[in-house]
């Protein structure tokens, strides 16, 4: 979802006021009290127009988290809360899409964390710029580079555990993309002192302490060095451990820092080689020597650290022990030694250290610079980042805040003139009348200390220089000559007698009217510092050490490039490069951010206010206030100012139509606003005083509380009309659905009861109409009994009258009828008692005859000859009777159904006898034969065309014509013939052709054989010598074997009046030419089906198998 843009400002949720330009009045109290009531609801940061102040809030506070970074990024500078990241965030924006090269300039006291501002300012850079390998290798360098120069640069002092000890300032370089491709670092005057000489409750370097704590045992003997912190000068023990540091842990971090930058192994060798000489280098000790010619001397007292230290270094014992005994002076061609007395022996040591380590802390820089330069030749935007202190002033100032208070002269200078300049340009853009500006120039200051002819710093130089007895004394007499009419230059011995009296201001000492306060220097150490020697002989032994580091630390102790000029001096050096730092800062645009400490204890919740308001001094932050506010305290777009006000007035609520200056003006004149209170740019409104945007900021306050009741008014009756609504419809809808609910269930319960009632009344009725047909059906059966009993009583009685009757009647005939015999008997007894028997029984018989036959007459079975049935026998006597009835009455009906056959049908009857006679009870192929009526004539030859010939061949008629099947006599196979028989002859022709093969004259024919079984296979035998037997006996089969071998019998007996014998065996001979062969008929399978084969089997034996 895309985040929803909303448009805040700074003066949104304010605490005090979150930009001091619109406090109101603006005094040092109102000032102090705006920042402590911040800083008590931990806003730490607050804006002077577009500078950002900062205060340590010596605690770790969740504004710096990547939610912060992404808030912060691409929003308007005064959209937000103030916020470090804000300025971070406008000045990489500049740098990116407008091309301008940005500086952020961090200034404030020690430990009022600037160097902690310069890491967030890196870090949210890095953070917002471009991703990639390559560009977080570049980024990482860069980051990296700090934990080193840390180590190297960093001290703890009772101001701050981690205070940097030098000025940096870093340009990190960006591609036209805003990819960062690579940095450079300057380093500022790094306070070398420390280095043999530490201040109570203050350590040296971190460096000496790491490499003591965090080096392993090995590469501590490598470098000769002992593990007990006690065992160097140069170390202080009151602070050796610093609480919430591990200096093993950094030791650590510091390595692989190195490492990431890009330090080979043995450079980092080498560097902790040199830092381990210089702590070694403390060690040595001296103890005066007799005196030689009238000379002090010295000498070193052990000369075991001083071997090693050669050692360590490759430096040839003898020279160095020799550069701490004379120091050669040369002049012109001469060259004058002389020899060094103790202290002169330990200010050589001294300096001989502080020189290698600083010497060293400069490599360290150009090296890294190395390591993190651009590789591209390609246009640059920069964005400097410069850490450096801001001023001090302590009880005791020395050369070095001199310095240091030079360098923030000249930073707020440059301040003024930028910011000035942005305003007049800013006036001009927006085509404001510019009005003049009162404010403090601190040029003249400037001038005082640098100034070629009259300024301090050249003064030091004129007397570093100056040949014979030149002491810090005299410097100081020099400058009350010279600076005595200087406004700002205050000294007790000046020729001004201003401050004769003034005994706050000691002779020792001279006073600068700073623009952020009076400092007061001490004079002593200021030659000294600024000729910062070392003599030639520690040079040039050290550039002969076997070792490349520190012989390239010493560049001028090469004989060959011996210059007799004076090196430039500390002063003249530090102007050189302020200038070039303030040449540089001058082509960039200028982002600053002010830092404060808000006590001395390094604690949190704290705010010293006399602590804060000696820094609000001193870095002349009310000054700031003032330059910003010389003309308009505001100044805001026109869109941006409608956008906020529009709520204040009718015509611009909610929406302006025209151009956004228009609404302004309206805006402006319905508010009453009074001219002189602002002026219109081009692009933006300017205010004149804070009040008028506080007026306008209340107003708009209590606008947005109406607003905001109206809108809640509004939104409340919406919601609850919208609930109301809601409900209504609800209930409307529940209402349906409840109605729905009871209709449905009344309807059920009436459609239910209906139903009962329904099924009762039914049933009722039902129950009813049943009783009545119940009734009906009583009464009728009732009807029916009682009718019934009334019929059987009815017909009991007639029964029984009727049975009387009959009785009576029967009793009369028996009566009668025994009157009757007894009368007959009585009459006819004369002549019954000889014949009645005999007549009685005859009589009888008679009737008994006539019943018989009557009855038979009624029983006779049906007229069919094969009809079995007949009437039981009546009587047994009559039994040999009923059987010759029987019979008769079957040769009766026998006759009768003969009678009907006309002669052909009597014919094939006679047939048919004949061969029941024959084969009935001898064939088992015979009674498949009775129902088949013999035809005789199957081929009809003389119809069919094909057998012409044939018919043509035979005169004689013909009885049988029947295709057979001829077996052949050699092997039993079958061939088709016309098997014809006439009167006379059994004829045989082709099936085919109708050609007679063979004609046997019925008198030839012997014999017919056959099996008893159900095959149609039959010989037939032929008389011997006979011309038709010459081939020998025939074998047929055919279908019709029964009727062929009738009619073959029935024809030979009529002819030859002989009976044809036919033989019924399974097993016969028959003559084939000269063989006399056994047809045998077996069981066979039933491979073939019903058919049966015939097969010769040898000469022998000819096998048919019946199935
Ligand atoms: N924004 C911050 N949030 C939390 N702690 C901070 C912040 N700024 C500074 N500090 C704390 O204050 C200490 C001192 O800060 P820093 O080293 O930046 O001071 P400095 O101004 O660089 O001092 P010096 O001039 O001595 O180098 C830090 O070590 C840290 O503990
Ligand atoms: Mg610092």
Redesign the pocket.
């Known amino acids: 979802m895309a985040k929803m843009e909303v448009k805040t400002s700074l003066l949104d949720n304010m605490i005090g006021v979150g930009d001091m330009v619109l406090l109101e009045p603006l005094s040092e109290d109102s000032f102090i009290n705006n920042l402590k009531k911040r800083f008590d609801h931990s806003e730490?940061y607050t804006y002077i127009g577009s500078v950002v102040v900062?205060i340590?809030?010596?605690?770790?506070?969740p504004i710096?988290s990547p939610e912060k970074v992404e808030e912060y990024r691409n929003r308007n500078f005064y959209e937000l809360s103030p916020h470090?990241f804000a300025l971070s965030d406008e000045a990489y924006r500049s740098l990116r899409d407008q091309d301008k090269d940005q500086c952020i300039l961090?200034t404030?006291?020690?430990?009022?964390?600037?160097?902690?501002?310069?890491?967030?300012v890196m870090s949210y850079v890095a953070a917002v710029c471009g991703k990639g390998a390559e560009v977080n290798q570049v980024k990482e360098q860069l980051l990296q580079s700090n934990p080193v120069l840390e180590a190297f640069g960093?001290a703890k002092?009772v101001?701050?555990?981690?205070?940097?000890?030098f000025g940096k300032y870093m340009d990190i370089e960006f591609d036209f993309k805003g990819d960062p491709l690579g940095g450079v670092i300057s380093n500022y005057l790094l306070e070398k002192s420390r280095v043999v000489k530490q201040p109570r409750g203050e350590r040296n370097f971190h460096i000496f302490y790491q490499i003591l704590s965090g080096a392993s045992d090995d590469l501590l003997n490598k470098l000769k060095l002992e593990r007990d912190f006690s065992r160097y000068n140069y170390l202080s023990l009151d602070s050796a451990r610093v609480n919430g540091v591990d200096d093993a842990m950094n030791f650590r971090t510091v390595r692989n820092a190195m490492q990431i930058v890009g330090f080979m192994d043995h450079e980092t060798q080498s560097i902790l080689e040199v830092v381990a000489a210089v702590l070694k280098l403390g060690n040595i000790e001296f103890k005066p020597e007799s005196r030689v010619n009238g000379l002090d001397e010295s000498k070193i007292k052990d000369k075991n650290e001083l071997k090693e230290i050669c050692e360590l270094t490759g430096i040839d014992q003898s020279v160095l022990e020799r550069a701490f005994s004379f120091r050669t002076v040369e002049a012109k061609q001469e060259k004058v030694s002389t020899t060094l007395n103790v202290a002169q022996a330990y200010y050589a040591r001294d300096a001989l250290a502080k020189n290698l380590y600083s010497r060293l802390f400069s490599w360290l820089v150009t090296r890294i610079n190395e390591s993190i330069k651009a590789q591209t030749k390609v246009r640059k935007k920069v964005m400097g980042v410069l850490?450096i202190?801001?001023f001090e002033i302590f009880e005791d100032n020395s050369f070095e805040q001199f310095i240091i208070n030079y360098c923030n002269e000249k930073l707020q200078q440059i301040f003024i003139e930028l910011t000035l300049k942005e305003e007049q340009e800013e006036y001009i853009r927006e085509d404001i009348e510019w009005t003049h500006i009162e404010y403090f120039n601190n040029a003249i200051i400037c001038d005082l200390i640098e100034n070629n002819q009259t300024g301090i710093l050249a003064m030091l130089d004129e007397e570093c220089l100056r040949p014979g007895t030149v002491t810090d004394d005299t410097f100081l007499e020099k400058l009350n000559q010279i600076c005595a009419t200087h406004q700002h230059f205050e000294s007790r011995m000046s020729k001004c007698s201003r401050f004769l009296n003034d005994t706050s201001l000691p002779h020792s000492c001279f006073r600068i009217q700073h623009y952020a306060g009076k400092v007061m220097y001490q004079v002593e150490g200021f030659v000294d510092k600024n000729n910062d020697l070392l003599y030639r002989d520690l040079s040039q032994a050290m550039w002969k050490a076997n070792h490349s580091l520190i012989k390239a630390l010493f560049p001028e102790g090469n004989p060959a490039k011996i210059n007799l000029k004076r090196p430039p001096t500390a002063g003249s050096q530090f102007k050189a490069s302020v200038s070039t730092l303030m040449k540089n800062l001058q082509t960039k645009n200028p982002n600053y951010i002010r830092?404060i400490?808000p006590n001395d204890k390094?604690a949190a919740h704290i705010f010293n206010e006399a602590l804060v308001c000696h820094q609000v001094r001193y870095l002349g932050l009310l000054e700031n206030v003032r330059v910003r506010r010389a003309g308009y305290a505001f100044r805001q777009p026109y869109e941006l100012c409608l956008e906020r006000y529009k709520m204040l007035c009718k015509q611009t609520w909610p929406h302006w139509r025209g151009p956004a200056r228009a609404g302004v003006e309206v805006l402006f004149n319905e508010l009453e606003i009074p001219e002189e209170e602002y002026s219109f740019g081009r692009s933006k409104i300017f205010i004149r005083n804070p009040r008028t945007l506080f007026k306008l900021e209340d107003l708009r306050k209590q606008r947005l509380e109406d607003l905001a009741t109206l809108i809640q008014k509004i939104y409340r009756g919406w919601k609850c009309r919208t609930h109301f609504l809601l409900m209504k419809r609800s209930q409307i809808v529940i209402a349906s659905w409840y109605r729905r609910y009871a209709q449905q269930k009344k309807y059920q319960r009436i459609k239910s009861s209906a139903i009962v009632v329904q099924s009762y009344i039914r049933g009722w009725k039902a129950r009813k109409l049943l009783r009545e047909l119940k009734h009906q059906k009583r009464c009728k059966e009732a009807a029916t009994t009682i009718a019934a009993y009334w019929h059987g009583t009815q017909a009991r009685r007639e029964l029984k009258r009727l049975k009387d009757e009959a009785r009576r009647k029967h009793a009369v005939a028996v009566i009668w009828a025994y009157w009757l015999g007894l009368k007959v008997r009585r009459e006819y007894r004369k002549f019954f008692r000889a014949n009645a028997g005999r007549k009685i029984y005859e009589f009888t018989l008679q009737k008994i005859m006539q019943k018989y036959f009557l009855e038979m007459k009624n029983k006779m079975p049906s007229l069919s000859p094969i009809d079995k049935n007949w009437p039981a026998r009546p009587y047994l006597f009559l039994d040999s009777t009923h059987k010759e009835l029987k019979r008769i009455f079957h040769l009766w009906r026998c006759k009768k159904y003969r009678d009907q056959f006309t002669d052909q049908q009597k014919l094939v009857y006679e047939e048919k006898l004949e061969a029941s006679e024959l084969f009935k009870d001898k064939k088992a192929l015979y009674p498949a034969s009775v129902g088949q009526p013999f035809q005789g004539a199957y081929l009809e030859i003389s119809k069919n065309p094909k057998y012409k010939r044939l018919k043509d061949a035979v005169e004689e008629k013909i009885i049988i014509a029947e295709v057979v099947n001829k077996i052949n006599r050699a092997n039993g196979k079958c061939a088709s013939r016309i098997f014809l028989l006439t009167k006379n002859n059994v004829l045989l022709a082709d099936q085919k052709s109708g050609h007679i093969k063979s004609e046997v004259p019925l008198g030839d024919v012997t014999k017919v054989s056959m099996s008893s079984q159900n095959d149609g296979f039959f010989a037939v035998h032929l008389k011997e010598g006979s011309g038709a037997a010459g081939k020998g006996d025939f074998l047929f089969s055919s279908d019709h074997l029964i009727e062929m071998a009738t009619k073959l019998y029935r024809t030979t007996l009529s002819q030859t009046k002989q009976k044809l014998s036919i033989e019924i065996s399974d097993e016969f001979l028959v003559q084939f030419r000269q063989d006399k062969v056994c047809v045998k008929f077996i069981q066979g399978n039933q491979k073939n089906g019903n058919i049966p084969t015939c097969k010769r089997k040898n000469n022998r034996l000819l096998e048919v198998a019946v199935p």
Request: proline letters at 3%; charged letters at 30%.
């Open positions: 730490i900062s340590n809030p010596y605690r770790s506070l710096y470090i961090i404030g006291e020690s430990g009022a964390g600037k160097t902690e501002a310069s890491k967030l960093n002092t101001r701050n555990d981690n205070s940097s000890r850490d202190y801001g830092c400490k390094k």
